[in-house]
């Protein structure tokens, strides 16, 4: 009897899946033509991530004793040659860091997923055999091409249609390495009349460098707080994880608007473009026009990018529909002011209906007044149709209402809505977090989970991607969450993190550590699983469970409706916890596998009505997969 295959391990990194052992590395389920000495120094690199792996390390691993071989030129030719197939950048990395005169890094979080080897496996995809340096080509990713040896695994793929999410998109997509921070602007003596300003100009720069594919930029609300205090580009740059920071101030002198901006590299902390725009102060469509013209002719050139086109940039042709969106800016998002910016806004819509800037933050304003307003159903209706005039508008925009229709329990209609985005614009990382959203929605937590991974390859650093820790979390993959906390780990939203780890692994002194922070963020599930690790009467946690169930979030969010049931089941509430849990998947929160890996539900797990939820999950999972096949039939 032959003996046993023995499991060997694959890697998951990104958009990419590298099996060493078999001399393979796919991008997104496509190979990607690599020889073996660079293949071999990606596997020593993965078997050791955010580990410095030495040179001498390896030299002994590539070029054994007795091995004669110019040792330097050699690894320089395969790290080369690794970093091309990646899509890196040695000066900018995103999966390869040179630590310097030590050796290299792997700083991408990894996956490792042992699977048994094959005679297939090593038939079909034995390694290329070694080239001379002169000969090697310079690895590129290859193109899709569907044939005879993929024919033998027809019948896998078909299982794994069933359960993965695939894209047809190009498989040369290459990562952005430019990602830019808009700072708001200085007022620099223009007056209290032109403060808006400093957050209109930077807002409309962020617009205009967005349409710009090759680059990431940073939603304004990532920089907006640095309006309060002088910032340093290259403190912010390392603050934010950017390789860019774009900043400037205005002035005003006897007849126009001066705006002075400057570009700079927070690497070499040193400005790389300068550009100044001269309008008079009343003409705010030519300040827009010229903010777009100095951006695709003048900035993005200067870190090489090109093919931007100011007609590609949002414009509007109506002065007060600009005024009234400019100044909506500066509104506060508290419930009373946020009506007046919901007026403003409305009135520059009715002026102008194709400006789509001022669609997307009517789209916001409608959504702040259903979540912490009295706008009621009638303000979420209003949000989309803003968010979808937008889209029609903006199709290359993220569509922001992705994630209010999986929270309003439309999960068939937001994943229709990213997956076609994504098919449009597989290079934006916004889109792989609504989609990772959307799959959390379905229980899908594995598929969540790539697609967190894609997005932050693609954005290194965007605190947005905070919340793809619970994907890990509801996996019990606690150590998978801490890449995704780390991205704000000061907020009182990363301490609301550490708390729910803290609570599943039994850590009492570390969920009391955060409880504060976690209630003074807004989320009071905090102040019940505080009450209950003090050993509080149960009068008062029956208090406290009916607050909970009362709170405006509660009865909005079913991804809070999950998260309170599993803290109220904690707690000993069990009805308190089945009701929420009940309203979640109602909510088309599937709530599947993660009900059943969850140690918060250990204490309702045996009850009836705990089984009979479990079978809604299920059946919630299973009607979205059935949508999804029929989504993915068509395309």
Known sequence: MEAPASPRPVYRFGLFQADPEAGKLLRQGSPVKLQEQPLRVLGLLLEHPGEVVTREQLRQSLWPEGTYVEFEGSLNAALKRLRSALGDDADNPIFIQTVPRRGYRFIAPVQCEPVVQTDADLSLHAPEPP???????????????????????????????????????????????????????????AGPDFDYLRF???????????????????????????????ADPATVGAELRVTHVLAGGFLLDHKNLHVNMELVDVSQNQ?????????????????????????????????????ASPSSMPSSRNERAVE????????????EPNQLAIKRLEESVALDSSYAPAWGELGSRYYIDYHYGNGGEAAVKKALAAYRRQSELE???????????????????????????????????IGHHFMSYVMRCAGLLDEADRQCESALTLDPGFNGFRSCAFSSILKTDYAGAQPYIRLDEHSGFGAMLRMMIALRTGNKPA????????????FQFAELARMYLNHAPEAELRKAAAAL???????RDPETLYVNAAVLSFSGQAGAALRQLRKAIQGNYCSYPAMDLDPLFDPIRQLPEFAALHQAAIHCQQNFLAHRTQVETRH
């Open 200 to 230: 209109a100009i930077a807002n409309d720069l962020v617009t205009d460098l967005t349409s710009a594919h090759a680059i990431t930029v940073r939603p304004f609300a990532s920089t907006a707080h640095y309006v309060s205090q002088p």
């Open 271 to 307: 400005p790389v473009w300068r550009g100044e725009v001269v309008v008079p102060p009343q003409q705010l469509v030519a300040l827009q026009d010229q903010l777009a013209s100095r951006a695709a002719e003048g900035l993005l050139p200067a870190i090489h990018i090109s093919g």
């Open 131 to 189: 080239q001379s340096v002169a000969e090697q080509p310079s690895s590129i990713p290859s193109s899709r091409s569907w044939g005879w040896p993929l024919a033998a695994l027809a019948l896998i793929l078909i299982a794994l249609i069933a359960w993965r999410y695939t894209r047809r998109e190009p498989t040369t997509l290459a990562v952005p390495r430019k990602v830019i921070a808009v700072l708001p602007f200085s007022n620099q003596g």
């Open 549 to 555: 169930e009362v709170e405006p979030r509660s009865a």
């Open 511 to 522: 969920a009391l550590a955060e409880s504060s922070a976690v209630s003074q963020g807004g």
């Open 324 to 335: 009234l969106f400019l100044h909506s800016l500066t509104i506060p998002l508290d419930p």
């Open 395 to 429: 199709p290359d925009w993220p569509a922001v209402s992705t994630p209010i229709r999986a929270e309003q329990g439309d999960l068939n209609g937001a994943y229709d809505q990213a997956a076609e985005f994504l098919r449009r614009r597989p290079d934006a990382a």
